[in-house]
């Protein structure tokens, strides 16, 4: 069975759907997480998004929504606890070291199908129901519309948070309000790459397009474009593969496009800088 068949079926058209709905809001907000530094954070939401999947499963065998609720606790509970950039990362530890014991516990009395809980941690993207899909789609869009409304004082707040708040940019609630992006960003893009590889959609795209442009709007449509490209690129190979899950095939496309950006990024850079020169040298010159 070739590639076209596989994309002739409802399941490969649900799984490339919602592979680029995840990309968009991933890397959407990825340059946002990079420039305020919270890799730590993606990685605390999506860990406890885990234990709330697991309650979901064992109180309703809903994980979805299980792992929106607890993600957007866990969010509430980083931006009270962590509301200062240097107490953040100590807050997120003592957070998911409490929510992975309780995650743990709440799995040890599950006793349905192993899959279903283990695909909380590595993903399941052919088994996205119609359902899922529509979560997704709905996340996608309170994810833009959120984004597109406070894009301007939220990147502020991200490049200088004292500066901005000087100047009255409500930077505390900026950021409690990214956090609950972040949150339903994460419970998203754990249906792809499951909770363990969130890092590779949320985080590495983007990282490699700040490595590419120092503009905002170049590293933000960089990083969408990586993340489409890592996420439907990913499950076309598996595809060719049935024993190695779609994740593993995302995660590597996404860090052989960081690793490209980081060799061809000099070289980018070195081109535009005597650009720069002799477009300064002629404005000067008589």
């Excluded at 309703?60 to 107490?87: D, K």
């Excluded at 052989?256 to 990024?265: D, K, S």
Aim: glycine content about 12%.
């Amino acid at each position: 069975m070739g590639l076209s068949f596989y994309l002739g079926q409802p399941f490969a058209q649900h799984a490339l759907l919602a592979a680029f709905l995840v990309a968009l809001t991933c890397g959407l907000i990825g340059p946002f997480v990079v420039t305020r530094g919270m890799a730590f954070a993606v990685h605390g939401t999506a860990e406890l998004a885990f234990t709330g999947a697991a309650a979901g499963l064992l109180v309703g065998n809903n994980p979805v929504a299980g792992a929106l609720v607890g993600s957007l606790v866990v969010a509430t509970m980083i931006g009270l606890l962590g509301a200062r950039p240097r107490e953040r990362d100590s807050a997120i530890g003592v957070i998911l070291g409490f929510g992975l014991g309780m995650g743990v516990l709440l799995l040890s009395y599950y006793h349905g199908f192993a899959t279903a809980a283990t695909n909380i941690l590595f993903g399941n993207i052919f088994g996205v129901s119609g359902n899922q899909l529509t979560v997704l789609v709905v996340i996608g869009i309170l994810v833009v519309a959120v984004m597109a409304t406070w894009y301007r004082p939220l990147l502020f707040a991200s490049v200088d948070p004292e500066v901005a708040e000087a100047r009255g940019v409500p930077v505390r609630r900026l950021g409690l309000v990214f956090l609950v992006v972040l949150a339903l960003t994460v419970t998203g893009a754990a249906q792809v790459v499951g909770t363990l590889l969130v890092l590779s959609l949320a985080i590495t795209p983007a990282a490699a397009a700040q490595r590419l442009s120092a503009s905002p709007l170049a590293v933000a449509v960089l990083s969408i474009v990586f993340a489409v490209l890592a996420a439907d690129g990913g499950l076309v190979a598996s595809f060719e593969s049935s024993n190695v899950k779609a994740s593993v095939f995302v995660a590597t496309f996404s860090f052989a496009i960081y690793v490209v950006a980081r060799v061809a990024g000099p070289l980018v850079r070195g081109r535009r800088t005597p650009i720069r020169h002799r477009a300064t040298a002629g404005s000067s010159s008589p």
